[in-house]
C-alpha cells in the first residue's frame, strides 16, 4: 500500500469525506501528518502553501512527512519540501455549476454573494457584486482553478487553458470526480493499493437537502461562462477519469467493485448507525459528533448505534467523526501536549 500522499482538498466536491479516508487511513498505519501550524485546520488558505506553515517543518533538518491533506492553494515546489518524492498526488473536482451553487450557500457571507438574493441576481450583473481584488473572491468564481494555484480571472484562451491542463497533468497523478464517488473510491483504492475497507466512508459535511433547488437552464449556461476555467478542468478530467477506468480496470470490474463497495458500505450502515443515516444537525445526540455549520447549509451528521463493543464502536466513530473534530483528534496523538 501507497503511504506518501498529497490531497489536494478542493472546496465543496466530497474532498472532507475523502479527508475522513485518508484521517483513518494514516490513523491505523501510524503514518504523520502535515498539520497546519498550531493545530489549525487550513494551511493559511487562501495563501499559496509554503513549507513553513506545517507543524514541525524546518528547512535545515527537513523532516518528511506522510500524509498532506488539509485545505491548501496548491503550490507544487513548496510541496515537495515536505513530502517525500515518492509521494502519490491527487485531488478531486466537481461540476463546476453544482460547485457554486453549493458555494453560494455555504459562503454566503462571502463579499460577492452578501448583497445578493438568489445565484440568479449574482449572475444577472456579477461584476456588479464581484470584486477581483478582494481577499475572498476565490469563492464566487473559479473556484477548483483557484485551488490548484492558478488565477480564477484569467483569460480564457486555448492556449492558457492548455497550459493549464499541462499543468495539472504534470503534477497530479489521477483526480478523481465527485458525481462519481463510488468509481472514484475504487479508482483511488486502485491506484494506492489499498483494500476495500480502507476507502468505504460515509459521506460527510454533506448538505440537507431542502436548502438545494434546481437551477433553471439559463442559469447553469451562465454559470458555465462565468466558470469557464473550472469548467475546462471539470470536463477534461471527467474524461480522461473515463480514459483512465477503461485503461486499468474496465468496465465490467468496475460495476463490480462498485458493487462490493456499496454493500459494505450499506453492511456498515446496518452496524454502526441508528437509523437509516444522516440526520439534522439538532438531532445529533452525541455533541462530538457535530459538523460545524456554516452559511445557509444545514450540515447534516450521524447517530451511532448504543452498546457496540469497543472495537466495533471505534471503527464506527471513527467514519463519522466530522473533520474539524478528528484533525484535533490526530493532531494531538501527533504533538502530545507536553506537561506543564
Partial sequence: ????????????????????????????????????????????????????????????????????????RFLQPEVQKVMPSSAVYFSILRNPVQLMESSF???????????????????????????????????ARNLMTFDFGFNPDGEVSPERVQLMLKAIEASFDFLLISEYFDESMVLLKEMLCWDLDSVVSFPLNSRDSRTKSPLPDSVVEKLKAWNRLDWEIYTHFNRTFWERIDRDIGRERMRREVRALRERR??????????????????????????????????????????????????????????????????????PPQPP
Fill in 105 to 139: 450557500m455555504y459562503y454566503k457571507g462571502a463579499s460577492a454573494f452578501s448583497r445578493v438574493r438568489s445565484l440568479e441576481e449574482f449572475l444577472s450583473q456579477p461584476y456588479r457584486y464581484y470584486n477581483p481584488a478582494s481577499g475572498d473572491r476565490h469563492y
Fill in 266 to 335: 450499506a453492511e456498515l450502515a446496518r452496524t454502526c448507525l441508528q437509523g437509516t443515516g444522516s440526520v439534522a444537525p439538532k438531532d445529533i445526540k452525541d455533541s462530538s459528533l457535530r459538523p460545524l455549520q456554516h452559511g445557509a447549509a444545514r450540515i447534516l451528521g450521524y447517530n451511532l448505534k448504543q452498546g457496540l463493543d469497543q472495537e466495533l464502536e471505534r471503527t464506527c466513530r471513527r467514519l463519522v467523526t466530522p473533520e474539524l473534530q478528528y484533525s484535533s483528534l490526530l493532531y494531538k496523538k501527533q504533538f
Fill in 1 to 72: 500500500p501507497k503511504t506518501d500522499i498529497v490531497f489536494l482538498k478542493v472546496h465543496k466536491s466530497a474532498s472532507s469525506t475523502v479527508m475522513n479516508i485518508l484521517f483513518r487511513f494514516g490513523e491505523t498505519h501510524n503514518l504523520t501528518f502535515a498539520f497546519p501550524l498550531g493545530g489549525g485546520f487550513q494551511l493559511y488558505y487562501p495563501h499559496h502553501f509554503l513549507a513553513r506553515f506545517v507543524q514541525g517543518f524546518s528547512p535545515h533538518s527537513p523532516r518528511r512527512f506522510n500524509i498532506l491533506c488539509h485545505h491548501m
